[in-house]
């Protein structure tokens, strides 16, 4: 069975006066909500005897395109981004309407392990303006796995956790040819969206092909003012093939090819004239391996980003800078499982080599003068090896979950010059260095009568990345601050306990989710006013320091009511605190927030009208470029009508976003870039079987 779990996090603390009255009457009704956005979780074990352990989220893209069964989503062909924004536990950092930046339990992507189908990928903008979510689109990709804190260290170190975007792939069914097209236009941006597949499954061969165009102008906010540089173009190509070699034996290989140009960032001061990415795979899988080892999987990747910053189209800028960066990752995983009575093992051994290197260069307005150019990234090589490690074992009436893992990375800077120039700062600094890296987590879970309750505690720890240990000079322009990285940061390390209650009734479902972090040698920037400013009109530097501590903590409630098997109404309300141990706010930290969502589905028909908004964002830090963000709700509504024509399927969806022109943006909007204004869409996706 498939059951509605999307939790949230509720507190009545340090509400704006304005907002309590929309808050308690939300909450009032609060019996009646209860899946956001009609996510779907997986969880047919709960009627099991061994019942799941796990806090992972699971957002559904594609279940099956060529069936069209991802006509639940509002908006088919929205980005995904969009995609994400629905989830109950990633938020996303805008800098303009293309490439948001996740975050998961209130930390950014430095502090998670965010994979393609298990790989590891790495940007190559010191800005962050390429997450590893812009290389992958909608279009071929099946699902999103999120998993909080050390859950989530089966795709390598991380503190807050794993995000795994996960292809979409036939895997053998027997289905012959099958193929589609779909296309998409959206009012605001005149955004234009034309995609097709071509694919060919048996019971022993599989290929699925797919590319995707989107074209976006500036958009216009809630106040009727377009938002320059908010424009953007892309393509995605993508493949996946499969050979079964024998009975529980097959071949498997990806390859993505992901190309965006002419990108505006309005909320920065450079804009992106290419952004590229190759991503390709091979693996093998067998269902039986050594001994009672089983479900064996081995596979070798690459991947090649290539990302450029200008500003050539930007007027009258101080000096006129280019700011290329590349990155090239080569890595490999290898895992199996083991069942020994009431245990289920897992292990794997996984690792990865990166290069990256970034560089600007400066070209004065005045042509007698010289050109300035420096390495941003000194070129610097990871190599990362690790081994994980989990066991499941069945109680009665519930499951205990004991996972651990062990990782050695280090770090070499390739070239002299950008060494040499850390060396300004660091003049024993090492060339090379070597990080220890380890994980342990205990999670507990068990079903009372109607509640499921599962609990867990965690210590996890991170190697610096390569901007917070060797950053040159890279310019934030949240803060206006240049940052320097430093490679003598510690290891930063976590303590995590979390606790999760579930009532699934047969119409009804209630949630709670909490979670704490408390960080140690947390990594941040902190002003050295000894230091002069690279940038023109930079306030300060900051150097990369570790804090004595910090704490992060969220809570979540939810809820959900099924009037019938075709209209159900859901709803979240969360929040969220983080602090140092000066009693700081820590930066992109979210206030109260709230959504719901009424959908109705049947048969070929559907419908959503859903509700978003927030608080006041009280507890802002303006060291940290924070101001106080208001509080606001928005409103959409959408329609969709699946047609059969012979043996085919249509489906066309329409919408508005934002329908009563809201001006607002929130606490994740870089700079209070205002987000899009009144917006209709409209999707058609074809299916030929």
């Not at 109950?88 to 293309?98: F, P, Q, T």
């Not at 790989?119 to 992958?136: E, N, Q």
Request: with cysteine.
């Amino acid at each position: 069975m498939k059951i509605n779990s999307n939790l949230g996090r509720f507190s009545l603390g340090e509400i704006a006066p304005g907002n309590k009255v929309l808050v308690l009457a939300y909450l009032c009704l609060f019996p009646l909500f209860g899946q956001l956005y009609g996510q779907e979780f997986q969880m047919d074990s709960l009627t099991q005897t061994i019942l799941p352990v796990s806090l992972e989220e699971v957002i559904l893209i594609s279940s099956y395109k060529k069936s069209l069964e991802h006509n639940s989503h509002h908006k088919p062909l929205s980005t995904l981004d969009e995609y994400l924004e629905s989830s109950k536990k990633v938020n996303l950092i805008k800098r303009g309407a293309y490439a948001w930046e996740p975050i998961l339990n209130d930390m950014g992507t430095e502090r998670l392990a965010v994979t393609i189908d298990g790989m590891r990928i790495f940007g190559a903008c010191t800005d962050r303006m390429d997450p590893i979510t812009s290389y992958v689109d909608v279009s071929n990709l099946s699902d999103v796995h999120v998993t909080g804190g050390q859950q989530g260290a089966k795709q390598g170190a991380t503190i807050g956790g794993a995000i795994d975007l996960r292809l979409e792939k036939s895997n053998f069914r027997p289905l012959d040819w099958t193929a589609s097209i779909e296309t998409g236009f959206e009012s605001n941006n005149m955004a234009q969206i034309v995609g097709g597949e071509l694919n060919y499954s048996n019971e022993q061969f599989y290929l699925d092909t797919d590319i995707i165009y989107r074209k976006a102008d500036n958009y216009v906010d809630g106040n009727g003012e377009e938002i320059a540089y908010s424009q953007f173009e892309k393509y995605n190509l993508s493949a996946n093939a499969g050979y079964k070699v024998a009975e529980g034996k097959q071949f498997l290989a990806s390859f993505i090819f992901d190309e965006a140009r002419d990108v505006g960032y309005p909320a920065l001061p450079m804009d992106v004239s290419l952004a590229r990415a190759l991503i390709g795979s091979v693996s093998w899988e067998q269902s039986n391996f050594i001994g009672e080892f089983e479900q064996w999987e081995t596979k070798l990747y690459a991947n090649s980003i290539t990302h450029v910053m200008d500003d050539s189209q930007r007027p009258d800028v101080p000096i006129r800078m280019d700011m290329p960066g590349w990155s090239d990752t080569y890595g490999y995983f290898s895992q199996a499982q083991l069942k020994l009575d009431d245990h289920t093992l897992l292990l794997k051994l996984d690792g990865f080599y990166n290069r990256s290197l970034a560089e600007m260069t400066m070209y004065p307005n005045d042509p007698n003068q010289q050109e300035m150019f420096m390495l941003t990234w000194p070129d610097v090589r990871t190599l990362n090896t690790g081994f994980y490690g989990e066991d499941t074992i069945g109680l009665q009436g519930g499951t205990l979950k004991l996972s651990t893992r062990a990782t050695f990375q280090g770090f070499n800077v390739a070239d002299s010059f950008g060494l040499n120039s850390l060396r300004i700062f660091y003049p024993e600094m090492e060339q090379r260095q070597t990080r220890f890296l380890k994980s342990v987590a205990a999670q507990f879970h068990k079903k009372f009568k109607t509640v499921h309750f599962t609990g867990g505690v965690s210590y996890g720890d991170r190697a610096p990345t390569v901007s917070e240990g060797f950053g040159f000079y890279l310019f934030n322009s949240f803060d206006n601050h240049d940052y320097i990285g430093n490679p003598d940061l510690k290891n930063e390390k976590a303590l995590e306990a979390k606790l999760k209650l579930s009532v699934p009734l047969e119409k009804l479902s209630l949630g709670l989710d909490a979670n704490y972090f408390h960080t140690m040698d947390y990594i941040i920037g902190e002003i050295s006013p000894n230091l002069d400013v690279m940038t023109i009109g930079a306030e300060g530097v900051k150097v990369y320091n570790n804090l004595d501590y910090a704490a992060l903590y969220n809570l979540g409630l939810d809820a959900g009511y099924k009037f019938s098997p075709a209209l159900d109404l859901s709803g979240t309300v969360t929040y969220h605190r983080g602090k140092d141990q000066d009693d700081r706010n820590l930066p992109f930290i979210s206030p109260l927030s709230y959504a719901a969502q009424l959908q109705y589905g049947n048969g070929s028909f559907s419908g959503s009208f859903s509700m978003r908004g927030a608080a006041d964002q009280v507890n802002f830090n303006p060291e940290f470029g924070e101001d106080r963000t208001a509080a606001y709700t928005v409103f959409s509504a959408s329609l969709g009508k699946t047609f059969s024509i012979q043996k085919d399927k249509m489906l066309v969806k329409a919408g508005v976003e934002n329908m009563f022109d809201t001006f607002y943006s929130t606490y994740t909007d870089w700079n209070n870039i205002p987000r899009m204004g009144r917006n209709f869409y409209m999707t058609v996706s074809y299916a030929i079987n």
